[in-house]
Every structure is written in C-alpha cells, then in structure tokens.
C-alpha cells in the first residue's frame, strides 16, 4: 500500500504527516521536494530516531503548498495541533523559529531565529512566546 501510494507524491513543497497503524499522526515535516523527502524515509538509510519512527509509519498524509515558507507554516501549525511525539521541540538546537513580516522596501515573509527587532523596522513577529 505504502509503495504505491509514495508513487504518488508530487515534487511540489509541502507538509507531510506520518501516522502509525492506529491513525494517530506520530510525525511532522516539510520540504521543498515532497516526493524526494517522503521516499528517502522508505528508500533512504535511516539511523537512530528515525529508524524507529519508520517502523512505526503505516500511512501518511500530505499538504501541497505553493512555497517553503507556506510549507513551514503549516508545520508548525500541525506540530502545535497534533503534538507528535517524534517532534520533539519546534527547535534544532539554536532558537525557535519565527516568521518575519518585512513591510519596507517591499513586503516579504521569512523565517527568522532572533528577537532582538527594533521597533522601526516596520518588522511583525509570529511565532512562539
């Protein structure tokens, strides 16, 4: 079920949501090549966690999105939802990530791992508090 259900997957940016046999969604992530990501978990060399977690894995879902960034946001948002228990924390031993919304000279959305924002920069923070 799992091999032709990979076959599927577009090379589009994205979420995807790993689910064990129970349905429950144990993993969250994102990626810029949907296909590329997803089947190096099945096709890859996995160590460690991840080990573990593919065989958990009995199904997936995914969310195509139309950028990185879109995809980034609708993993946090279903990390915070779901609460898997393979993402550990929303931090890969630096800072957590926020979006940044940059109004001037144009508008313009990234991610960003710093707090230390003056006021004047015309700059909105999301994310954890």
């Known amino acids: 079920m799992l091999e032709e259900k990979l076959k599927l997957i577009p090379h589009l940016p994205g979420s995807y949501q ?15 090549d949907l296909y590329k990501r997803v089947n190096s978990y099945f ?5 460690g966690k991840t080990r573990k ?6 199904d ?24 898997p228990k393979y993402n550990i924390l929303l931090k890969d031993d630096k800072s957590y990530p926020y979006i940044e919304y940059i109004s001037k000279p144009y508008p313009k959305v990234k ?4 707090l230390n924002i003056k006021r004047r920069d015309k700059k909105l923070i999301f994310g954890p508090s």
């Open 60 to 83: 997936f879902t995914y969310i195509v999105t139309n950028t990185e960034t879109e995809a980034f946001i609708a993993e946090i948002n279903l990390i915070k939802e779901y609460d």
């Open 53 to 58: 977690m593919v065989s958990e894995i009995a």
């Open 111 to 114: 991610v960003s791992r710093y």
């Open 43 to 47: 096709k890859g060399t996995v160590t």
């Open 18 to 32: 790993m689910k064990d046999k129970n349905g429950i969604i144990i993993y969250v992530g994102k990626a810029k």
